[in-house]
């Protein structure tokens, strides 16, 4: 295996250099990172670049503007899928809420399947620094959406996967429609009308540790609503 982990970055200067660190302490074999930075007016990209002169593992991808998760995580995967040797792609935040002692279990796993979440709904895993009302709008959530698409995931909302690189070369990334936090319930679920083999590790999904959260009331609403018109689109 060589895996790729894509950092998505939007004012992530207090966290990037601290989190690339840790990810590296790790310890995988031929493990990279991509930083794919929306023009972070707080000097993220820049932070970026040095740290990419230091290191050969990391790489950066500037992007001029943010247009949202989605759009910057395909912006990564096809950069990821014009080096052959990759074998693997991570979707992971840079905030430290995705924490990086779990990655060998997603690899382990990504032996046996070919995409593995991280979930914080199945035995083992949960989150921390949540208030009640956001653990009932995650559960909630969740739960709606599974039933909707009748697909047998129990975090189909989280962001820390594993992706096979077959599955990505076999979504049509050019037409995901969603550039928002509901891009996760999209691409998940494309991949299981696919076919392809899904399976669920347990995470600890932990508050950031600083700067602000992104999450709002605007983004559950564009879930709500696209969900249900992803149960009734035809995957090519």
């Known amino acids: 295996m ?16 601290a989190i690339i660190r840790e990810i590296l302490a790790v310890g995988i074999d031929g493990l990279q990172i991509m930083v794919v930075d929306d023009g972070s007016p707080d000097g993220t990209g820049q932070i970026a670049d040095r740290l990419a002169q230091e290191n050969s593992k990391i790489s950066v991808l500037h992007r001029t503007k943010k247009e949202g998760l989605g759009r910057a995580y395909v912006a990564g995967f096809k950069k990821a899928l014009t080096n052959p040797n990759i074998t693997h792609i991570f979707e992971m935040d840079a905030d430290f809420s995705h924490q ?23 035995p083992g895993g949960g989150v921390e620094n949540w208030n009640w009302f956001r653990r009932f709008i995650s559960w909630s959530a969740n739960t709606m959406v599974r039933r909707i698409l009748n697909i047998p995931v129990y975090d189909l909302t989280g962001g820390f996967k594993c ?14 429609e969603s550039s928002g936090y509901n891009f996760q319930i999209e691409l998940t679920y494309k991949a299981y009308k696919k076919g392809f083999k899904i399976g669920e590790t347990p995470i600890v999904f932990v508050e950031r540790r600083a700067g602000a959260s992104k999450f709002n009331s605007g983004i559950m609403i564009e879930s709500l609503l696209k969900v249900i018109k992803l149960r009734f689109q035809k995957i090519k």
């Open 2 to 17: 060589q895996p790729l982990i894509i950092l998505p970055t939007y004012n992530e200067k207090e966290n990037l250099k």
């Open 100 to 122: 990086p002692k779990y990655i060998p279990d997603f690899l382990a796993m990504a032996k046996t399947h070919d995409l593995v979440l991280g979930s914080r709904n199945i």
């Open 163 to 176: 992706w096979s690189r077959k599955v990505l070369e076999a979504l049509d990334l050019d037409n995901v």
